[in-house]
């Protein structure tokens, strides 16, 4: 009976324990732990608050640094990661920092960067998601492992590279097209260009995924358009572990309903394409990335098969990263052009060698030397996906320096690309000629230093893709506009998971 009764208490207490020691382990041995690990390596970064982490000094600083809007300067890094540009400062090259118990190592030394991204422990390990951004970006190519992540990566470079890619291209100058036609409609000379590329892109993206059913696509974008604020909001929120687990809140509810749309949405659309192909009724519908993808479900190699599941995990990814990424470059792109007129004006006229007054095509794209230079610097300045998070899936050792399994190490792009000691003195500069050489010869300078795409096996996909529609969208409006900044214009640009501008961006234009 003792003894029963013992076993009663103490289960209780046993569970108790383990639960506290649990805790305890996370939130406080392992941050001791590693602080030591690293600090006896020369990291050194701000010190970790239990639970917390850094997260409310990054939260904190953030509102402070984004309340007002900006002089209008290209030295954004202050403004939108106020946290590592003083961080930086004040430890060092590489510094550890916390995002709750998870220890982040930001490397700022483009050299061992490279180093670093060339090892395969490292260059594919994704960061663990929370629990928003598992639901929104979750199961598909940019967040999947190991032999999932294989098999779409397949698709996906056959879908978006080499001959397939001419072929997008007049579906892409058809889109600029409908969009100036609406622009000469209106006939207004102001117009916020970030709202019409995201309107661009998003029928784009429809088109190459969906094919004959964009317009299904369509409702989708706009679900998308409500969500990822939503997303952005709940990400900067702190709130204590496991809380997320038993409240939610009115915008979690909204995230819930808004992602069940996008599926139903999605599934019909396969549950018709499905229903065409049996009929023999669309004999093009499989050759959209939709019909690839499709083509998967019914493999009969099981390396390469799909869910339907998987199927819409990867239609939604690709409309999170191929409409956001190319709406941010072609609203900086254009507003760089507005102020920096004489480069509006060097662009127009290779426009009119290449294509004269003829729509784009695949052959003249390659051709458009001067442009290219544009859109690099554009990345380089405005970057859109703003930093690359790795896990470091086992311990590692780059030169001297060890690096502790689990650690998630952050390349911030704009700390890389708009350094003086890097880029010279002239780093915040509009200069499109420091490209003049190609990127080849700023990479081999600093390797590491420039990577919009990111680098190694999980380099962008879509990069050829997303240079391709800004090239054709540039010299449409080229062809027919000259614009400048309109004096409503607020510079205030924030990170929103991609670097975003809050007020949009407004231009005046002028038919030629
Ligand atoms: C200006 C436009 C774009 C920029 C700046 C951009 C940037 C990036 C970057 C930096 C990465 C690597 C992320 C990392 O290493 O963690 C990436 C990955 C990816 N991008 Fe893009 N991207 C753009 C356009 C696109 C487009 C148009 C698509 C699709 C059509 C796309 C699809 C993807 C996918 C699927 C991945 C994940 C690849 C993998 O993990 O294997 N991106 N992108």
Not at 127 to 133: E, R, V
Request: hydrophobic content about 40%; some cysteine; charged content about 20%.
């Amino acid at each position: 009976m003792v003894t029963f009764l013992g076993v009663l208490i103490s289960l209780p207490c046993f569970i108790l324990f383990l639960y506290l020691f649990t805790f305890v382990h996370k939130f406080w041995w392992v941050p001791m732990r590693i602080t030591h690990v690293m600090s006896s390596q020369g990291i050194r970064g701000p010190p970790y608050s239990f639970i917390y982490g850094n997260a409310k000094d990054i939260s904190n600083m953030m509102k402070k640094s984004t309340s007002s809007p900006m002089d209008m300067s290209h030295y954004i890094f202050p403004r939108v990661q106020p946290h590592l540009d003083s961080w930086l400062h004040v430890y060092g090259k590489n510094i550890l920092y916390w995002q709750g118990p998870q220890p982040q190592l930001v490397v700022k030394e483009p050299r061992l960067l490279k180093e670093i991204m060339s090892i395969r422990e490292i260059s594919m390990g994704r960061q663990d998601m929370g629990t928003i951004s598992n639901k929104v970006f979750g199961g598909g190519l940019v967040f999947s492992q190991g032999d999932k992540w294989a098999k779409q990566r397949k698709l996906a470079t056959h879908a978006f590279n080499g001959e397939r890619l001419k072929n997008i291209v007049p579906a892409m100058v058809e889109s600029v097209d409908m969009m100036l036609k609406r622009w000469k409609d209106a006939g207004t000379k102001e117009k916020d260009v970030y709202e019409e590329f995201k309107t661009l892109t998003s029928e784009v993206i429809s088109r190459i995924v969906f094919g004959s059913s964009y317009e299904e696509g369509k409702q989708i974008f706009q679900k998308q358009g409500v969500l990822i604020p939503l997303a952005a909001k709940q990400l900067s929120k702190t709130r204590i572990p496991g809380y997320k687990m038993i409240f939610k809140d009115k915008d979690d509810l909204e995230i819930d309903k808004l992602l069940a749309g996008i599926r139903d949405t999605i599934t019909n659309m396969i549950r018709i394409r499905e229903n065409t192909i049996v009929s023999g009724d669309d004999s093009n519908s499989m050759t959209d990335y939709l019909g690839i993808l499709l083509n998967s479900y019914h493999d009969v190699d099981e390396n390469y098969k799909l869910s339907i599941q998987d199927i819409v995990d990867e239609c939604r990814t690709f409309y999170i990263a191929g409409h956001g990424t190319i709406s941010l470059l072609l609203s900086w792109a254009t507003l760089l052009l507005g102020f920096h007129t004489e480069w509006q004006e060097t662009a127009r006229e290779e426009v009119r060698e290449v294509f004269g007054n003829q729509n784009p095509s695949s052959e003249g794209i390659a051709r458009l030397k001067k442009m290219g230079m544009i859109i690099n610097e554009t990345l380089r300045l405005y970057p859109p996906t703003l930093s690359t998070i790795r896990k470091v899936l086992k311990e590692t050792r780059v030169g001297d320096l060890v690096l502790l399994a689990n650690i998630n190490l952050h390349i911030s792009r704009l700390a890389l690309q708009q350094d003086m000691g890097i880029w010279g003195e002239d780093a915040h500069l509009f200069k499109p000629e420091r490209f003049s050489e190609g990127i080849a010869n700023v990479i081999n300078k600093h390797p590491g230093a420039f990577l919009p795409f990111g680098y190694g096996p999980r380099i962008c996909v879509g990069s050829n893709f997303a240079i391709d529609e800004a090239k054709i969208a540039l010299s449409m409006i080229l062809q027919r506009y000259r614009f400048t900044v309109s004096p409503n214009y607020v510079h205030a640009p924030i990170q929103l998971i991609t670097l975003c501008p809050k007020y949009g961006v407004q231009l005046m234009f002028q038919p030629l």
